[in-house]
């Protein structure tokens, strides 16, 4: 199985920004890399620039983010259409930040995923649980919840263009880091709930990524994992080299 290994840049990077960070990973990147898929998602005002300079690479452009109607009175939303002309293969559904900040329910992630999947787009499902919930032992039954109602309606030979994303909240942005083991864990917990959904079959093919202060430092024993098929990664995605050295260690 391939590594899958994302950028998800949120509220960071100018077009300026961009264009600086693309001549630095072209400079970088050792042009030699098999099985791995490399996917970057900037802000929308950055992805013309990403378009631009992703043109022909072996870089695939996502979006953070994409509202669930084809267009109408939704201000400040942008729709499948729109990410379409900038070659966008991509979305992030489900992100612990948009669920926090802007109130994004289940129901809300679920509308989105299906319309991604309508729109022949690949959704990254974020789902994961809050450190309250990991310590009282309710991580499985979170996150179990979680892909039940973001994965409704969703017809079981779709399932395969479905990135998981599994996203510890209390390792996101916070310097703290799942043990790789507990990583793998929460992995295989993760492909057991699919399997029971879905099927056995059906939950071997599916890509489960981990994103949680993903680092050069720690991609490498993560990436060893068995059910940790690559990584959403933040912050250590802002900068060219850290995140050619995480592509590497994947």
């Known amino acids: 199985m391939d590594k899958i290994i994302a950028a998800n840049w949120k509220m960071n990077m100018t077009s300026v920004q961009t264009h600086k960070f693309f001549r630095e990973f072209k400079k970088k990147d050792s042009k030699k890399r098999i099985n791995k898929i490399v996917i970057v998602c900037p802000p929308f005002a950055s992805l013309p620039a990403a378009a631009k300079d992703t043109k022909g690479e072996r870089i695939k452009l996502g979006s953070q983010n994409m509202h669930f109607e084809k267009k109408g009175a939704f201000t400040g939303e942008i729709s499948a259409e729109m990410l379409e002309e900038y070659s966008v293969e991509f979305v992030i559904v489900g992100h612990s930040e948009r669920r926090k900040y802007f109130k994004e329910s289940s129901k809300i992630v679920n509308k989105k995923l299906l319309s ?115 990584f959403l990664v933040g912050g250590a995605s802002l900068d060219a080299g850290s995140f050619i050295k995480i592509i590497d260690n994947a």
Request: charged share 30%; aromatic share 4%.
């Open 116 to 230: 991604a999947l309508k729109n022949s787009m690949v959704p990254i499902l974020c789902i994961g649980e809050n450190e309250k919930e990991r310590k009282k032992g309710n991580a499985g039954k979170v996150v179990e919840k979680q892909l039940r109602e973001c994965l409704a309606k969703v017809p079981e030979g779709k399932m395969q263009k479905i990135i998981i994303a599994y996203e510890p909240i209390w390792a996101i942005g916070t310097g703290k880091n799942a043990e790789p083991k507990d990583a793998q864990e929460m992995h295989a917990e993760i492909r057991s709930i699919i399997s029971r959904i879905f099927g056995k079959d059906t939950a071997k093919k599916v890509f489960i990524i981990y994103g949680g202060s993903v680092k050069p430092e720690n991609a490498g024993e993560l990436g060893r994992m068995k059910d940790i098929n690559g």
